[in-house]
Nanobody, 126 residues
Framework: QVQLVESGGGLVQAGGSLRLSCAAS????????MGWFRQVPGKEREFVAG????????YYADSVKGRFTVSRDNAKNTVSLQMNSLKPDDTAVYLC???????????????????WGQGTQVTVSS
């Protein structure tokens, strides 16, 4: 069992930065790939970034590539999302998710993830 709690959201102006964190409970965190998603009301949950269990490989949606960086600290059971050059289109609830195993074949498929946090709101003003 893994419980996930996100933090770090808030209101920021376009061009600004935020760093989101996801704290995980449970001993199996270090053996699971982790993903960040975002959701806007009325739209499907959108994949943002993913990281395999060791942190050696990361994956990004085209819309955030070059602006967002995902990282993890398995000693602290945390995964982070550094978001730079934020745009109004980045406004959403951001959620972290724990995958079933150490890798994910299709990062954007929500069914590949067994555990989800409640999310943290990110609002980017123009």
């Amino acid at each position: 069992q893994v419980q996930l709690v996100e933090s770090g959201g808030g209101l920021v102006q376009a061009g600004g930065s935020l760093r989101l964190s996801c704290a995980a409970s449970g001993r199996s965190f270090s053996s699971k790939a982790m993903g960040w998603f975002r959701q806007v009301p009325g739209k499907e949950r959108e994949f943002v970034a993913g990281i395999i269990y060791t942190g050696a490989n990361t994956y990004y949606a085209d819309s955030v590539k070059g602006r967002f960086t995902v990282s993890r600290d398995n000693a602290k059971n945390t995964v982070s999302l550094q978001m730079n050059s934020l745009k109004p289109d980045d406004t959403a609830v951001y959620l972290c998710a724990a995958a079933r195993g150490p890798y994910v074949s299709n990062w954007s498929a929500t069914e590949r993830y067994d555990y989800w946090g409640q999310g943290t709101q990110v609002t980017v003003s123009s």
